[in-house]
């Protein structure tokens, strides 16, 4: 898409520390991070909801997810973690691509209010 901050991550047009890379999708850290390890994985391939996703899209997600705990110390997930995908503005959502927040390297209390 062509104004999207995430495709131009995943382009490389604007540049950023990306942790982790493969055909499917990159990780960043967190911008404004709400743990002490906080990253972003990024499908190269843009939808903003869960709900435009193709099947194709839902095989990806899938594999981004499965690929996850793989990176165990790469992205210090010794102790547990937490997957948050934020859908729509009410919700958080403040890029429209679809990314799944990665948070770890806390005790985390869960407070939906």
């Known amino acids: 898409m062509e104004n ?3 495709c ?3 382009s490389k047009e604007f540049k950023t520390e990306i942790v982790f890379e493969n055909d499917d999708f990159i990780i960043i850290k967190d911008i404004a991070p709400k743990a002490k390890n906080h ?3 990024i ?3 843009h939808f903003k909801l869960l709900a435009d996703m193709t099947a194709d899209d839902a095989c990806l997600l899938g594999r981004i997810l499965k690929t996850i ?3 165990c110390n790469l ?3 010794e102790n547990g973690y937490r997957l948050v995908v934020n859908q729509g503005d009410d919700a958080g959502q403040t890029v429209p691509h679809l990314h799944v927040h ?3 390297g806390q005790k985390m209390e869960w407070n939906p209010a």
């Open 102 to 104: 990665i948070l770890s």
């Open 75 to 77: 992205l210090r997930l």
């Open 4 to 6: 999207c901050l995430f």
């Open 8 to 10: 131009k991550f995943v």
């Open 39 to 41: 990253y972003l994985a």
């Open 69 to 71: 705990p793989t990176l």
């Open 43 to 45: 499908p190269k391939k």
